[in-house]
């Protein structure tokens, strides 16, 4: 049999359709992000403008100086499974400061975001006796896979609308256990949830809440609790689950919660128990970072400007993009194949890095470039940006939003 042309058929019709990915081979310089070293097509030196390290945080010396430290007292790896030798003061210190971000009484540590939905959600849904999943319409994958994974009934509810989640909710058995799973910050189109209406929905159906803050972690709230936090609605939300790998700059996941609903998952999740722990020197950059944005404000007011600058310039110039109260400008193509060809202009002939979003990550004929600007993009930055953009739009003959 040969399996190569089977595989290569369908990595054809991937290319066929404009959705083959490419990777830009970066070297992320640290002292200057956003400026990484480009080992690939293009321009020598490129500027990032699509990383979720949103705050630079992956190069703050305080962070990188705890992982050095970090590894000169206890080496490069955990040694084991979290059961078995792995678990280190480090990743007991960063649970202790997660659940205290969240105010909640307990925090549960995962290799990534994407494992803490998925074991966090696949355990719910099985272990709960009954129980049923009500599922924002856009969910991330992760959460979509643990569902799966648990084989609990699943229902859609239409995507940030709370009378259609009340309407589902009302359909079911007052007595099954039901989990309302939905996100702050939706990672693609940047809109924020109606949090506030979605929890009083749920609550009055006695439904637990599961709210992925991942992209709003460090980024929203007085402490960087996120939307969560700064709605003053963390108390009322069951579970919160969140990434280190975005705003805090380093990698990992978790969630928090009650005691007794972390130890539940950390007693039966398959992708927390029977896997390695995060390197002692992670978890303790991971603190260090969390620890810093509980006080800093500088670095979100920052962001915050250089996100208000883009997008006016954006606007002025007719530059289509998506109007959302958060961070991310996604700015719409709407084709797959021209969006991949303006990103490779713009990292060719302007050095200018933003990876094309194309289908499955967002649905056909919703090709876009999601720009995250950050407070290490200086004005300059936004400037070259912009006119770099500007003169693409005139040149390809894209439509421009009418002001
Ligand atoms: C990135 C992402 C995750 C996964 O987090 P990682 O730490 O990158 O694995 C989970 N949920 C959402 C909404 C995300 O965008």
């Keep these: 049999m040969d399996f190569d042309a089977l595989f290569n058929a369908q990595l054809d019709a991937l290319k066929h359709d404009g959705n083959y990915r490419v990777f830009a081979e970066l070297e992320r310089t640290c002292g200057q992000f956003p400026r990484a070293v480009n080992h690939g097509d293009g321009a020598p030196e490129v500027t990032v403008w699509c990383s979720n390290d949103y705050l630079g945080m992956g190069q703050n010396s305080a962070v990188t100086t705890a992982m050095k430290d970090a590894i000169d007292t206890c080496g490069a790896g955990a040694g084991g499974t979290r059961n078995i030798s792995g678990t280190n003061r480090h990743h007991v210190a960063l649970e202790a400061e997660l ?90 189109d940047g809109d924020i949830c109606p949090m506030k209406e979605i929890v009083e929905v749920a609550e009055a159906h006695g439904a637990m809440t599961y709210l992925d803050e991942v992209h709003g972690v460090g980024l929203y709230g007085p402490r960087g609790g996120g939307v969560s936090e700064r709605e003053g609605l963390a108390d009322r939300i069951t579970l919160i689950e969140g990434t280190l790998g975005k705003a805090f700059g380093v990698m990992g996941g978790y969630v928090t919660g009650s005691a007794a609903m972390c130890d539940f998952i950390r007693s039966f999740a398959s992708g927390f128990i029977f896997t390695t722990a995060l390197p002692p020197a992670v978890a303790a950059a991971a603190t260090t970072s969390i620890r810093h944005l509980k006080t800093s404000n500088v670095e979100r007011l920052r962001q915050r400007a250089q996100v208000a600058k883009l997008r006016a310039r954006l606007d002025r110039l007719g530059i289509p993009h998506l109007d959302n109260p958060s961070h991310i400008i996604p700015v719409m193509i709407g084709d797959p194949v021209k969006c991949r060809m303006i990103s490779d202009i713009l990292m060719d002939t302007y050095g200018i890095y933003v990876q094309p979003i194309n289908y499955p990550t967002v649905p056909k004929g919703t090709e876009r470039l999601r720009l995250t600007p950050g407070p290490l993009h200086s004005d300059a930055d936004i400037e070259h940006l912009a006119q770099a953009l500007g003169q693409l739009w005139s040149q390809c003959a894209l439509s421009r939003a009418v002001a």
């Design 99 to 188: 659940a205290d971000l969240h105010g909640k009484e307990s925090a549960l540590l995962f290799t990534s975001g994407y494992v803490s939905n998925w074991a966090a959600l696949s355990t719910l849904g099985s272990r709960l006796p009954n129980a049923v999943i009500l599922s924002d319409a856009l969910n991330h994958a992760s959460m979509i896979e643990g569902m799966r994974q648990s084989r609990a009934d699943k229902v859609i509810w239409k995507h940030n609308d709370p009378e259609d989640l009340n309407r589902k909710l009302a359909q079911l058995d007052p007595d099954r256990p039901k989990i309302v799973a939905f996100e702050s910050v939706y990672s693609m």
